[in-house]
């Protein structure tokens, strides 16, 4: 017996491999609270929701005025982000986390919602204007720069042209609508990986 724990002592353990750092960000954008859950405003937190179940991690930690969890895919560990400062002030979170990681606008990722585009559409962009998205004018304002990633996730055009703009993405899917969105976030999910290790157009290429 006292032969095996010698050998026992003498088995080490590999040495633990040193966290990777954090090297992007995603960002859900969305509005805090409950009542918005199921808008098309929050599709970004949605899509934040849904990659958390598909890849088995949690966004519960309170960190740059955010829920923020970690996810480590592709090989890169990165943040991801549920800003906490409504749509308008997006930009104010995701500065502070993009500045105490030191990361460029190239490395972060932004989800969120798209009335030019019908339910279950997806467009991946590597850089662009706001396109009259206040939560998108948040983050350009704030980073000093257009040049970072998003994916826009289609929610429907106003019904018509006199509809008000706040009621409708303050609105939530009808059960048609819902199923069409989810589908969408199915495939984005799926091809996060190429999201997120920059392989842009192969994503643009299947996803669009």
Not at 168 to 180: E, I, M, N, R, Y
Request: glycine letters at 10%.
């Amino acid at each position: 017996m006292a032969d095996i724990f010698d050998l026992f002592k003498k088995i080490e353990k590999a040495p633990a491999e040193p966290a990777k750092p954090i090297s992007f960000i995603i960002a859900g954008l969305g509005n805090p609270g409950g009542d918005y859950t199921f808008t098309r405003h929050n599709a970004g937190f949605l899509a934040v929701d849904y990659f958390s179940e598909k890849y088995n991690f949690r966004v519960d930690r309170s960190r740059f005025r955010s829920l923020v969890g970690e996810l480590t895919i592709a090989g890169r560990r990165g943040l991801v982000m549920k800003p906490q400062t409504y749509m308008n002030n997006s930009g104010e979170a995701i500065r502070d986390a993009a500045d105490f990681y030191k990361l460029a606008p190239e490395s972060i990722i932004v989800f969120c919602d798209d009335i030019s585009l019908a339910p279950g559409k997806i467009r991946v962009r590597r850089k662009g204007s706001d396109g009259g998205h206040n939560g998108l004018k948040s983050i350009i304002y704030q980073l000093g720069s257009d040049g970072f990633p998003r994916v826009r996730l289609g929610v429907g055009a106003k019904p018509h042209p006199d509809y008000d703009l706040a009621a409708w993405v303050l609105g939530t899917f009808p059960d048609a609508d819902k199923k069409l969105f989810f589908d969408a976030l199915t495939r984005t999910a799926d091809n996060l990986p190429l999201i997120v290790s920059g392989d842009l157009d192969r994503a643009m290429n299947i996803l669009n």
